[in-house]
């Protein structure tokens, strides 16, 4: 395991992951739950995003990051290095469900927090973890957001052809102080599924997401795990 930075899903090999955590679960229909980025700036714990840099995950089943770390305010880093990116080539109905699926999970809260966000791609499949500064109000806010009623099951355009999609989360336990998990279906002759899930720790908030052919509960369940022990060590 080297240095314990290292991922690895149950010996199989690793699904795409765009850390964006549970994407854009955060309230109802988008809300930030009252909390405005710059108060949740304001009140995060003081982590720096070389700080946070420094616990990220250095390799998965062995491969490094297909770039440079990302730091800076959590807003301001790049879509694919966050996840935000997975569902913006789609034209979605109804549009709650596209921002529930592609702002990423507690990025209006969050958003002017230092961040760092790292990305690898193996056989094809892409990992991804973030990590950001959070106070415990704001990252409370964070986790108590819920899927959009009726995204369970919509559809969107995708290259002017129409696609089908789903769209689920759960609370789930033994990752961090509170942890919350989120399921992207596509539909159509090639179905994918993206799997996000987002924590918190002791002033700071974590997410990791998994999306491909592997993708799965128990694979994005794993990740987080290992992600959140090594953060939290790390950032002690």
Do not use: H
């Amino acid at each position: 395991m080297g240095d314990g930075r290292w991922w690895r899903v149950l010996g199989a090999a690793l699904v795409p992951v765009a850390v964006a955590g549970l994407a854009g679960c955060s309230g109802t229909g988008g809300k930030s739950s009252g909390i405005t980025s710059a108060s949740a700036a304001a009140a995060s714990a003081g982590f720096s995003a070389a700080q946070l840099r420094g616990a990220l995950l250095t390799r998965v089943n062995g491969a490094v990051a297909v770039s440079p770390v990302s730091i800076g305010k959590y807003a301001s880093l790049s879509d694919e290095s966050t996840g935000r990116l997975a569902m913006r080539a789609a034209r979605v109905s109804p549009s709650a469900c596209a921002l529930a699926a592609a702002a990423g999970f507690g990025s209006t809260i969050l958003g002017q927090a230092p961040a760092a966000a790292v990305t690898f791609r193996l056989a094809g499949n892409v990992v991804s973890e973030v990590l950001i500064a959070s106070s415990a109000e704001s990252a409370s806010a964070v986790l108590a957001g819920r899927v959009p009623a009726g995204c369970a099951e919509y559809q969107g355009k995708v290259a002017g052809r129409t696609v089908k999609f789903g769209l689920t989360g759960k609370a789930v336990t033994g990752i961090g102080q509170q942890a919350r998990v989120l399921n992207i279906r596509t539909g159509g002759a090639a179905p994918a599924s993206q799997w996000s899930l987002v924590y918190r720790g002791a002033g700071f908030v974590g997410t990791v997401t998994v999306i491909g052919p592997n993708a799965s509960e128990v694979a994005v369940r794993e990740l987080a795990r290992q992600a959140y022990a090594f953060a939290a060590k790390s950032l002690a």
